[in-house]
């Protein structure tokens, strides 16, 4: 049985990956996730904000860009509480990749233009496999198009392609008005894959204090269908490898995300939930369905139900709308 595929240029032996997140945060978790059979591991990230704090930045950026970073105000001393500084980030991709055989993705997180793009360089030089990078921007300026805002994901990802030879990663959100157009222009402007979609952590009301406060909840299983419906429609369309992240929680998703024309499926929340062993139970039930079903290879279900594939590929659109709508009964 051949569980291989191809992931950004990288092959690798089966396609469940470990993604960005606290998997990666020890060589003995990292290391624990290549035992369950991973296939690659995707380190948590590097944040724009910690970069910025080393370089004696922060403080400026503060205060003269009001919308972009007043949040961080209050969350940034915790931010040290869950990632290690620059240098020792990079120390710690060095070391993942002298303990693993799998590939190791660094993860770069930010949302500017700035100099913390030259970090996916030293990322390339730690020895990293390739580089994820999160661009997690939040427009709240009123007078921000729509159009700035995709000209700004497209430049970051410009400016890092000119800079690495590593394959860049790009994992965006959900919230583009023209979602394919999006991708296609990612895609052209050099995107070695797009990891769909980025699970923003929205913020919670405290109704007794009157604060609000970041609440991070693990994810369900239907969040997968965001991912499953937009790489259904992208595959075959874009060159970019597709990776899908929120909702992996069982061997049938992975199958899910092949069928609809991913390269790899990233798992997370399933993994910190039930445990990092609970992975290699995924991987032998996913074998285990593909012998009933006479499957010999990954390869051969990739892209099988794409948009381009289904015999009703308006289930994808909206015609099934009314259709869904209509069939709740009280
Ligand atoms: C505790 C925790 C930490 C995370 N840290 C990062 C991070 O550093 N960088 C990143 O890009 N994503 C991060 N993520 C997001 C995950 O990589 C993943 O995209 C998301 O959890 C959805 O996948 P899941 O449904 O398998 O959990 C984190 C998620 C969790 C739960």
Redesign the pocket.
């Known amino acids: 049985m051949d569980l291989t595929t191809t992931y950004m240029g990288i092959k690798l032996k089966n396609p469940l990956v470990a ?4 998997l990666s945060k020890t060589i003995d978790s990292a290391k624990a996730c290549e035992d369950a059979g991973l296939s690659a591991i ?1 380190c ?2 590097l ?1 724009e904000e910690q970069l910025l704090h080393e370089a004696g930045e922060l403080d400026h950026y503060l205060t003269t860009t009001a919308e972009s970073y007043a949040e961080a105000l209050s969350y940034f001393p915790e931010i040290s509480d ?2 290690l500084g620059p240098a020792e980030y990079l120390e710690h991709i060095s070391r993942m990749k002298s303990a693993l055989e799998i590939p190791v993705i660094g ?1 770069i ?1 930010g949302a500017s233009r700035g100099g913390w793009i030259n970090y996916a360089k030293q990322i390339e030089q730690a020895g990293a496999d390739g580089v ?1 990078l ?1 661009i ?1 921007y939040i427009p709240t300026d009123f007078d921000k198009k729509g159009t700035e805002v995709e000209e700004m994901y497209i430049d970051i990802i410009r400016s890092i392609k000119s800079v690495v030879k590593i394959p860049v990663a790009v ?1 965006v959100s959900p919230y583009f008005s023209a979602m394919a157009n999006m991708t296609k222009k990612m895609d052209e402007a050099g995107a070695d894959a797009l ?1 769909l979609f ?2 923003f952590y929205q913020p919670d009301i405290d109704l007794e204090n009157l604060d609000v406060f970041p609440n ?1 909840e ?2 369900n299983q239907w ?2 269908r965001l991912p499953l419906r937009w790489i259904a429609v992208l595959h075959g369309n874009i060159r970019a490898s597709l990776a899908a ?5 069982t061997y049938t998703d992975i199958l899910k995300v092949m069928m609809v024309g991913g390269d790899v499926a ?7 939930k039930k445990g990092i062993s609970r992975a290699s139970e995924m991987l032998n039930e996913m074998k285990i369905w593909m012998e009933e079903k006479e499957y010999d290879s990954i390869s051969q279900m990739q892209g099988s139900m794409d948009y381009r594939s289904v015999s009703q590929p308006e289930a994808y659109e909206r015609a099934n709308y009314m259709k869904i709508l209509n069939s709740y009964k009280v």
Do not use: D, W
């Not at 990233?266 to 910190?272: D, I, K, R, T, Y």
């Open positions: 993604s960005a997140s606290p995707v948590y990230s944040f869950y990632n993860s997180n994820e999160n997690f994992k990891v980025n699970r991070l693990l994810s969040e997968l992240t929120s909702g992996i929680h990233m798992v997370c929340s399933e993994l910190l």
